[in-house]
């Protein structure tokens, strides 16, 4: 068996999702070759090479994949997959983004957000919200698939010797242009990736009052998040909505602040080591997922937390 | 213009699904269905776009068992003009979708397809980027913002650092996001309206399309269920614990 894994990246740094997502590729066993597609990206193949794990890097260096654009990426994927017998991508915006794209031209029914790895063929993956577990068997020849990072404890970032090597192909479809973007600035660490995450939800009931949970953030090295509710109602940008539309998290510890634990955010974040519930409901249905849960309001309680740490 | 809106029938979203107990499936009898929240965003977005003049016409489409009729008589009365149901009651996966879906794109030749970009049953998140695959098109996925210009859209997608806008040439694929628009309701005369409008029902055999499923539902069981916590009484106790008890911080 051989294993393409997509490479999540910024064309400077090679994202953690990647690691997590070799780790699956571990899980079913065979040669890994990573794919870096993206624009000067070759400090991030050299990281890739270092991976625990990885046999060889692809790299893709070319304008077209500057912005990883589905419709270049996707055909590159497919182009290079067909000699695969698996190719995973981590579940990430861009992974969602381009990898169904790539089965569809492989005409091959992908598995979303793999949990578990039973076999080279089977997969657990979570549907309904998170709300039931389904145990899937792929008949494909090529097996697609998208991996839930926080399933999968990611492989060693150093130690691996990996050769790289340069693809050629370049596939720009003329169809997509990249325009702009707007990235939320933050020096807190990634949500995905954050050992400890404290979020707020329509309890808080400003943006202003998130500065609460960035000063107890602060304290712990937590990253924020929110619930949709809001960032609905506008308190927080969307990047930070945990559920299950926004990003799936799974911390050592989840504390959970004026958020009432509708089964949409609960499907982002029950898979926490350790969540902490703090609201003045005591009847929310986020206690009955918390470890600790700490009836009271939230504007006395979370400056307190603040100073007791 | 014309647009095309795919919307799908799902288990309502206040509705607490649980595996039947041979783990089989899901137990889906007597549960409340609806049109999938992230269908009606799309179906929203474009009768805002008919209304603002860029759209002429609103085909809804929906595929599977014969009550997904309700679903696009959901879609009529918000504003659609005509439906399109593609009639099996055999298992449709996504790929099988995107198919079918492709061939209603050769059929209609829209300039925009609209779609969810997922469901909330099978929460798989890849009909619309299979779709535009298949019939070559650009795509705008998780769309916060749409803007038909003249030949092509300008589409502001949410992604994981924030937002990111990109411009595709028409006849493009849009997927919608929660936060592209708030979907209206429908009023009593526009349901009563909506019966009137026409309703075509095809197969996938018709549309010639091979809908066998690739993948295998082998079992399905809930999760691993959370241990029941306790309450504490107060700050300091709860810094205590997890400090002590849980060592998380």
Sequence with gaps: ?309 | MKVLVAVKRVVDYNVKVRPKADGSDVDTANVKMSINPFCEIAVEEAVRLKEKGVVSEIVAVSMGSKQCQEQIRTALALGADRGILVETDAELQPLAVAKCLKALVEKESPQLVILGKQSIDGDNNQTGQMLAALTGMGQGTFASEVNVEDASVKVTREIDGGLQTVELKLPAVVTTDLRLNEPRYASLPNIMKAKKKPLDTTTPDELGVDIAPRTKTLKVEPPAERQAGIKVADVAELVEKLKSEAKVI
């Design chain 1, 1 to 309: 068996m051989s294993i393409l894994v997509i490479a999540e990246h910024d064309n400077a740094e090679l994202k953690g999702a990647t690691l997590n997502t070799v780790a699956a590729a571990k899980a079913i066993g065979g040669d890994i070759d990573v794919l870096v597609a993206g624009s000067g990206c070759g400090a991030v193949a050299e990281a890739a090479a270092k991976a625990e794990g990885v046999s060889k890097v692809l790299v893709a260096d070319n304008a077209a994949y500057e912005h990883q654009l589905a419709e270049n990426v996707a055909k590159l994927v497919a182009d290079l997959g067909k000699n695969y017998s698996h190719v995973l991508a981590p579940a990430t915006t861009t992974g969602k983004n381009m990898l169904p794209r790539a089965a569809a031209l492989l005409d091959v029914q992908p598995l979303s957000d793999i949990i578990a790895v039973e076999s080279p063929d089977t997969f657990k993956r979570p549907i309904y919200a998170g709300n039931v577990i389904a145990t899937v068997q792929s008949s494909d020849a090529i097996k697609v698939a998208s991996v839930r990072t926080t399933a999968f404890d990611p492989v060693a970032a150093e130690g691996g010797s990996a050769a790289v090597e340069s693809v050629d192909i370049v596939d720009d479809a003329g169809l997509s242009q990249f325009v702009g973007e707007e990235l939320a600035k933050s020096d807190r660490p990634e949500l995905t990736a954050a050992r400890v995450v404290i979020s707020g939800g329509r309890g808080m009931q400003n943006g202003d009052n998130f500065e609460l949970l960035y000063k107890v953030a602060d304290k712990l090295g937590a990253a924020v998040g929110a619930s949709r509710a809001a960032v609905d109602a506008g308190f927080v940008p969307n990047d930070m909505q945990v559920g299950q539309t926004g990003k799936i998290v799974a911390p050592d510890l989840y504390i959970a602040v004026g958020i009432s634990g509708a089964i949409q955010h609960l499907a982002g974040m029950k898979d926490s080591k350790v969540i902490v519930a703090i609201n003045k409901d005591e009847e929310a249905p986020i206690f009955s997922v918390a470890d600790y849960g700490l009836v009271a309001d939230l504007f006395d309680a979370v400056p307190e937390l603040e100073t007791k740490l």
